[in-house]
């Protein structure tokens, strides 16, 4: 059956979340389906662009420290622009607009499909939304989750219907089996050069920016030199500028801010690495092995452990800062094992495509509009 669908999160202004939504609802319009795209904020920071087919509505209830808006406004507006749009379903991206979501939709009639994007066990939305949380999700039609952990951490907490969709991966336009696993200049001196570091996502203390400029300011003397570029942008960004300066590395971190297209960044670099304290399901590790970039990834929980394969397609470490500066220091060290793991780190995109994430959302949200008893 072909839906009405109102898709629902906070904004399009970079991040994970932001571009799987934008890609989601572009390929459910790309299958006829009528698709409204509608964020919380003005719209005027949009960085991830949609298909033509979409609607897109901007509804500038986005609520900031710099501009709050009251949960009753907020509510009332979005409950309003559902209303009016008599869609057939509605989806739902990020804890926070979740639980908006089904508070503006109590009492519509409307199914609504909300997708956890982080990991509940690591990100408290305080005590006032966590309440919101638990009694608004088992209201939910279906809450869908990226792994099985986080499955199981909600059904515990709120009680509510649970469906596990891996996130997918935007492959790049080249095959990720002919991207070049390492640089000119390495093969002919893969010990001398610069290790070229890449790390990407928002700026704010859950990704471990300032644990990792930490651990590389503390390898030793007769490492390899390395200078990392942060992409991104987030309320750490003087924190941790001037964490740089103190370690005396500022020279070798660069922040150029969000990049589009980030493939180019991924495919330059020697490394990626994940230093995040936690994650859901980190999709710019999944853009970096979709580019054959070996990748060092901090084991965040989530979905890590599903994505890598640790010594095949790449390198797993513990939570702590000790292991993620001793795996610093070993894989900037070998040459062989980062074209190792560059060779498999391709094999993501046949994993984690578009196709069967578009497909499981599909049947979700048409099963909601037929009120089809839940598994």
Request: aromatic share 6%; hydrophobic share 40%.
């Amino acid at each position: 059956m072909k839906m009405k669908l109102a898709c629902v999160i906070h904004s399009l202004d970079g991040g994970g979340a932001e571009r799987v939504m934008a890609g989601l609802a572009s390929r459910l319009a790309g299958r006829s389906h009528s698709v409204t795209l509608i964020t919380l904020d003005d719209g005027s920071h949009d960085r991830h662009k949609v298909d033509s087919r979409v609607s897109r509505q901007s509804i500038h209830v986005l609520s900031t420290p710099e501009s709050p808006v009251s949960l009753w406004a907020r509510t009332r507006r979005l409950r309003a622009t559902i209303a009016a749009g008599n869609f057939d379903v509605v989806l739902s991206f990020c804890d926070a607009t979740n639980w908006l979501t089904l508070l503006a939709t109590r009492g519509l009639g409307v199914p609504v499909v909300v997708s956890e994007r982080s990991d509940p066990k690591h990100q408290s939305l305080g005590r006032t939304r966590e309440f919101l949380r638990r009694q608004l999700y088992p209201k939910a039609y279906q809450v869908v989750c990226l792994s099985e952990d986080v499955a199981t951490t909600l059904q515990s907490s709120t009680r509510c219907h649970t469906l596990v969709i891996p996130s997918a991966v935007e492959a790049p336009t080249n095959a990720p089996t002919t991207m070049r696993p390492t640089s000119p200049n390495e093969e002919s001196d893969p010990d001398g050069k610069t290790q070229q570091i890449v790390a990407v996502g928002r700026l704010e203390h859950e990704k471990g920016f300032d644990r990792l400029i930490r651990c590389l300011a503390a390898l030793p003397g007769d490492a390899p030199e390395w200078q990392l570029t942060i992409h991104g942008e987030g309320s750490q960004r003087g924190s941790l500028k001037s964490l740089a300066r103190e370690l005396n590395v500022d020279s070798q971190v660069e922040f150029p801010g969000w990049t589009r297209p980030i493939w180019p960044a991924y495919s330059n670099a020697d490394w990626f690495v994940l230093p995040s304290r936690y994650e859901g399901f980190p999709s710019a590790l999944l853009e970096a092995m979709a580019c054959s970039t070996a990748v060092l990834a901090v084991d965040a929980a989530g979905a890590v452990r599903d994505v890598i394969d640790h010594g095949r397609n790449g390198w797993l470490v513990e939570n702590n800062d000790t292991a993620l500066r001793d795996g610093l220091q070993h894989c900037l060290a070998s040459s062989e094992l980062r074209t190792h793991l560059a060779l498999h780190a391709g094999e993501v995109v046949d994993r984690f495509g578009w196709k069967a994430m578009v497909d499981a959302y599909e049947t979700c949200l048409q099963e909601a509009c037929e009120g089809r008893p839940r598994p």
